[in-house]
């Protein structure tokens, strides 16, 4: 009896080599252990960039105008924002200032009416000819004496009066000082005010009138004889 030989075995060896992707199987793997890699293709060009060497001399040029004139925009707002900002800070210390001075006043006042008695004497001398001192080197300015020209931004009239003797609304009295710091009224002054007199005037101009006509009578007499 012929025997063939047993080939199954190697069917099954063969099969699953296949299955694994053995070597065995016939097929080629990379050994790599990479993804498979596409095929060098033509290089692409890439686009020029700005402050980059191969710029042409134009093209520098322009570049450092516009650079230039971004520069100079940024140092003008700097500058008007530094400005706005020692602006701000001026006037809340000249607020501050205000508020304060305000607020001592009374006690100016204090020094006056004591000084108005012959009060101001001793210590109390010393320390409101400080005080005094002091409040005027902060900028606060005493203003109001009899004789001074009225002027209503400046002066509030408690009473009024009439006189020949002035030609304008004058202050006569001074109830109280007025106060000033830089070109704000802290407190205007009270006084007591007189009027030119129209009476006055009146008369003053008849008399000047009287006097000419008998001034042209008495010239008159001669040229009649």
């Known amino acids: 009896m012929t025997q063939f030989p047993d080939t199954s075995s190697e069917e099954r060896v063969a099969e699953g080599a296949r299955e694994t992707g053995s070597p065995d199987a016939g097929e080629i793997t990379d050994t790599s252990g990479g993804e498979p890699t596409a ?26 105008l516009e650079l230039t004139a971004d520069l100079q925009r940024l140092q003008a707002e700097y500058v008007n924002y530094k400005r706005r900002v020692d602006r701000d800070r001026e006037l809340v210390l000249q607020n501050a200032k205000f508020s304060i001075l305000s607020g001592l006043l009374p ?68 109830v109280q000082a007025g106060y000033q710091f830089g070109d704000r009224v802290v407190r205007p002054a009270l006084v ?14 008849s008399t000047d009138s009287t006097d000419g006509d008998n001034t042209v009578t008495t010239e008159a007499d001669p040229t009649a004889e």
């Open 192 to 205: 007591t005010v007189v009027d030119p007199d129209p009476g006055a005037q009146q008369d003053a101009d």
């Open 39 to 64: 095929s060098p293709g033509p290089q692409e060009t890439a686009a020029p960039v700005a402050g980059a060497p191969y710029e042409t001399p134009e093209e520098m040029a322009a570049r450092i």
């Open 107 to 174: 006690l100016l006042d204090d020094v006056d009416r004591a000084r108005a008695h012959d009060e101001l004497t001793g210590g109390f001398k010393a320390v409101a000819e400080s005080l005094e001192r002091i409040v005027a080197g902060q900028g606060l300015v005493r203003f109001g004496a009899p004789g001074d020209p009225f002027d209503p931004r400046l002066h509030e009239a408690l009473m009024h009066s009439l006189s020949p003797e002035v030609a304008t609304t004058t202050c006569d009295k001074v």
